[in-house]
């Protein structure tokens, strides 16, 4: 099946660590997002890149990296400088640079830090 | 920048009942894309609807529909025939149809509970 994955589902940050979340897709989208989302409320851009080897900071980029190596792989980075990053964390992506393509999302992974 | 503004934090129905959901944004640009996703228990987002802001006609998919009013920046969703499984916390999302503009902007979100 075509969709997005995120890994891992859940994941357990010590103070002062960096941590990876995976994102990978397989519907051949150009284009991938990674949002953050507190309880109860919307979610607000990190990173998003339209192309390979290109990204852009969101609205909520600090503390936060990213890479874009591959097409199928967007990769987000928590580090130690993100001061509260308990929180879920969902990756997206869409066809190409053209803005009306639909944005799919994956499902999500749970940051918290002990 | 653009905002939304979703200002009903919660809302509940009656199964079987109509519902309608508000969203307002703020824009200066004139042409865009509104959406309503859904958002399960589950987390994972799930696209509703869409609306091009050029496009008058108002956008139905089965029981949701939208009544977009361009002139006034609203966009309502109405749930017809609600069923439980509609429960969920709704979002409206504005996008911008510049090159610059290629992410979604949200709302803060409505709790939507169906009542058996």
């Known amino acids: 099946d075509g969709g997005i994955t995120q890994s891992p589902k859940y994941l357990f940050r010590k103070e002062g660590q960096n941590v990876t979340l995976s994102c990978e897709q397989n519907?051949?989208?150009?284009?991938m997002y990674w949002y953050r989302q507190d309880p109860g409320q919307g979610l607000r851009l990190i990173y998003y890149s339209q192309i390979v080897n290109d990204f852009q900071k969101g609205d909520i980029a600090e503390g936060y990296s990213v890479s874009r190596e591959k097409k199928e792989s967007f990769p987000l980075t928590v580090t130690s400088a993100q001061k509260n990053p308990t929180a879920f964390y969902l990756c997206a992506s869409s066809r190409g640079k053209f803005t009306g393509n639909t944005i799919y999302f994956g499902e999500g992974s749970w940051l918290t830090v002990v | 920048a653009q905002t939304v503004t979703q200002s009903q934090p919660e809302m509940s129905v009656q199964e079987a009942e109509t519902v309608t959901l508000s969203c307002t944004y703020d824009t200066s640009e004139s042409d865009y894309y509104l959406f309503w996703y859904k958002q399960p228990p589950s987390r994972q987002m799930i696209l509703v609807i869409r609306q091009e802001a050029y496009k008058q006609q108002n956008a139905t998919e089965n029981r949701f529909s939208v009544n977009f009013q361009k002139a006034a920046k609203s966009f309502s969703l109405k749930i017809s025939d609600s069923q439980l499984g509609d429960a969920a916390m709704y979002f409206c999302?504005?996008?911008?149809?510049?090159?610059?503009?290629?992410?979604?902007?949200f709302g803060g979100g409505t709790r939507l509970m169906v009542k058996p």
């Open positions: 999302a504005y996008r911008s149809r510049s090159n610059a503009g290629n992410m979604l902007t």
């Open positions: 519907l051949n989208h150009d284009a």
